[in-house]
């Protein structure tokens, strides 16, 4: 068990028969009253996100769970396939599953799978991915990185708006947590 007051930014819990990780949270103190701890939560076997008020000082159990490194292999119909990067032991992932972390998700990719006694709940991307821009409107000589900006399909299907100097086939840096908003061009 684990008291409110401790919560961290992407501490896994068991509420409500859900398994929920903290995406934020607030002290909350008020001048008149007992103190709360609001916080907004996501469900790692639905991927739903919710605001919940705990009073200061609840008790809940804290959720173990594993984290093993894999690799996205293919695509086979609705199912896609990750492979154990040590024991080459491989799993099937439903498409509707992990439909948000497919937009990020290239063949021959590293990344987290997330269990929970045996179940598997989903994978954790890393906060940013390089993806390569494969339709985008040419630049124009004298486009600053302050100008404007423009859409550009990355070789996910992502679409991200990105500075005017942005051409085919650069690389770009994306950001995974917020949708997928440009961050810069890879190195």
């Avoid at 008020?30 to 639905?46: H, I």
């Amino acid at each position: 068990m684990i008291s409110v007051n401790d919560f961290k930014t992407g501490l896994t819990i068991e509420v409500d028969n859900g398994i929920w990780r903290v995406l934020d949270f607030q002290h909350v103190k008020p001048g008149k009253g007992a103190a709360f701890v609001r916080s907004k939560l996501r469900n790692l076997r639905t991927g739903a996100i919710q605001e919940k008020t705990f009073r200061g000082g609840e008790k809940v159990a804290k959720a173990q769970i594993d984290n093993n490194k894999m690799q996205y292999l293919y695509a086979s119909g609705d199912q896609h396939v990750f492979m154990n990067t040590e024991t080459y032991d491989q799993i099937e992932l439903p498409e509707k599953q992990i439909e948000y972390e497919l937009k990020f998700l290239r063949e021959n990719m590293e990344v987290q799978i997330i269990m929970y006694q045996g179940e598997t709940l989903g994978v954790d991307l890393p906060n940013t991915v390089e993806l390569k821009v494969v339709a985008t409107d040419p630049g124009i000589r004298g486009d600053t990185s302050s100008g404007g900006s423009k859409p550009a399909t990355l070789e996910t299907g992502l679409v991200v708006n990105v500075p005017l100097f942005v051409n085919v086939d650069d690389t770009l840096v994306v950001n995974t947590t917020e949708g997928g908003s440009y961050v810069s061009r890879a190195q």
